[in-house]
């Protein structure tokens, strides 16, 4: 599976849009680019995931980048409940593999 | 539809003595993941099981560690005399499939502590 490139933390203000980035310089055509988070002491939560197009659902949208190096999550309206780790993890195989992810602050 | 069942959810353990941790799937997942997070650390694969099917081990630690997922019931991770250092979540996942494009869902997690 290709390595994913996060921040370490990133901080953004409830109400506003954050936007995780994520880099995958080395990603192959038929892996996917998925997104989970883990807020503190829960299990993973799954949040969205896509192959080369562009992905919204309820919880947030995933823009991929054309030649498929790069993407970003996009909370529309982050709120204090979305503090958390964020992963973004390109899967080639069966099994997910963590990286550290970016851990977000949401403040007031 | 019920997500990943993990129990018990909180688990202390002597020293020496056995653990089991029970994962039963999302309703039509026929495939299993375990993953171990210890504490300030990130979430490590472990073993990826399908029904009486072990796929992938090459996360399981070698000694005292087995994980199994039979035709009926729940799928067991297994640690055997346990030492402190096993003290961490043990968390399972679930899909219907294996391939690259199924979604795969977690649990809440088991908590072991090893006293």
């Known amino acids: 599976d290709a390595k994913t490139t996060q921040p370490p933390s990133m901080d953004c203000a409830e109400g506003r849009a954050a936007n995780l980035p994520c880099n995958h310089s080395?990603?192959?055509?038929?892996?996917?680019v998925y997104w989970y988070r883990q807020i503190h002491s829960q299990g993973p939560q799954y949040i969205i995931h896509?192959?080369?197009n562009n992905e919204t659902n309820e919880m947030a949208s995933l823009i991929i980048t054309e030649d498929r190096k790069s993407s970003t999550l996009i909370l529309p309206h982050a709120t204090l409940r979305d503090t958390a780790v964020y992963y973004c993890?390109?899967?080639?195989?069966?099994?997910?593999?963590f990286g550290t992810g970016t851990r977000l602050q949401v403040f007031p | 539809n019920a997500g990943v069942m993990q129990n018990p959810r909180h688990l202390v353990r002597r020293r020496g003595q056995e653990a089991r941790l029970r994962c039963s799937p999302m309703?039509?997942?026929?495939?299993v993941y375990w993953y171990r997070q210890l504490p300030e650390e990130g979430l490590k694969f472990m073993v990826y099981?399908?029904?009486?099917?072990?796929?992938?081990e090459s996360g399981m630690p070698k000694e005292r560690f087995s994980a199994e997922f039979p035709k009926e019931g729940p799928s067991i991770l297994r640690i055997q005399q346990v030492v402190r250092g096993d003290s961490a979540a043990y968390f399972c996942?679930?899909?219907?499939?294996?391939?690259?494009?199924?979604?795969?869902?977690f649990g809440e997690g088991s908590w072991l502590t090893v006293v």
């Open positions: 996942a679930s899909s219907p499939r294996g391939t690259t494009g199924n979604t795969i869902y």
């Open positions: 080395t990603i192959s055509g038929n892996e996917y």
């Open positions: 896509g192959l080369k």
């Open positions: 993890i390109v899967r080639g195989t069966d099994k997910l593999i």
């Open positions: 309703k039509g997942h026929s495939h």
């Open positions: 099981l399908q029904k009486e099917n072990i796929i992938d």
